[in-house]
């Protein structure tokens, strides 16, 4: 089964805190693990990504946690903005059964609110 | 920057009609996805395509079908609109060459099927 299970669905944050976002999967010929980012009235746009012999990633205030052996991954926010409230989407990447591309499963999103 | 065009913002429909939804890119990659996003269900693949006149099944390609005569344009149809295809319809590209999972979308096109 290609699924991709996310939680919470939506998280409420303090400017300053920590948001948290968590990823769970099965199928272990995923191989690559992005996350992404919607605003209101826009497409979703990549964020950050890792490959699963990474256990972490980190671009500025974005950290993803990889945990190969548990099939679980996570989206860190730290010291969250306001202006990081949209809604997340966790992402595993698959070979196209032609072996030639690859496609997207998304998990369903993860709407953060970060109050002034 | 990549640019994923959509034909409309908005589309309002009646029970029947068969729909047409364009998109267009404009840096020559070489795939193209369309996806429905819902409140609580996420993004669905709908269908996709690696080339010219190629098309492949997503998860959920009941009810649609898609064309793809030329590599910028790729357009989604709903052969006979229904209620439960009310949506936000979300295209996306990705090159082949320089990183395939990164999906570049559009604004997407808010669909209602009265």
């Known amino acids: ?116 | 920057d990549v640019k994923v065009t959509q034909s409309s913002r908005y589309l309002v429909k009646r029970t029947g009609e068969k729909v047409f939804l364009e998109c267009v890119q404009d840096m020559d990659h070489e795939n193209m996805f369309w996806y429905r996003q819902d409140p609580g269900l996420g993004l669905r693949l709908i269908y996709f395509s690696y080339d010219v006149k190629m098309k492949e099944k997503g998860d959920i390609p009941e009810g649609y079908s898609v064309s793809r005569e030329k590599k910028e344009r790729f357009s989604l149809i709903l052969e006979s609109a229904s209620t439960n295809q009310t949506s936000m319809y979300l295209c996306a590209s990705s090159s082949s060459g320089t990183g395939p999972e990164k999906l570049f979308f559009g604004s997407g096109t808010q669909l209602s099927v009265l």
Request: proline share 6%.
């Open chain 1, 1 to 116: 089964q290609q699924q991709v299970k996310q939680s919470p669905q939506s998280l409420i944050v303090q400017k300053g805190g920590i948001s948290i976002i968590n990823c769970a999967y099965e199928n272990t010929a995923f191989d690559y693990f992005p996350w992404y980012q919607q605003f209101p009235g826009k497409g979703p746009a990549l964020l950050i990504a890792i490959r699963p012999d990474v256990s972490e990633k980190k671009e500025g205030r974005f950290t993803i946690s990889f945990n190969k052996s548990a099939k679980q991954f996570s989206l860190h926010i730290m010291d969250s903005q306001p202006g990081d409230s949209a809604t997340y989407f966790c992402a595993a990447r698959i070979e196209n059964s032609g072996g030639s591309n690859y496609k997207l499963t998304f998990g369903k999103g993860t709407l953060l609110t970060v109050n002034p």
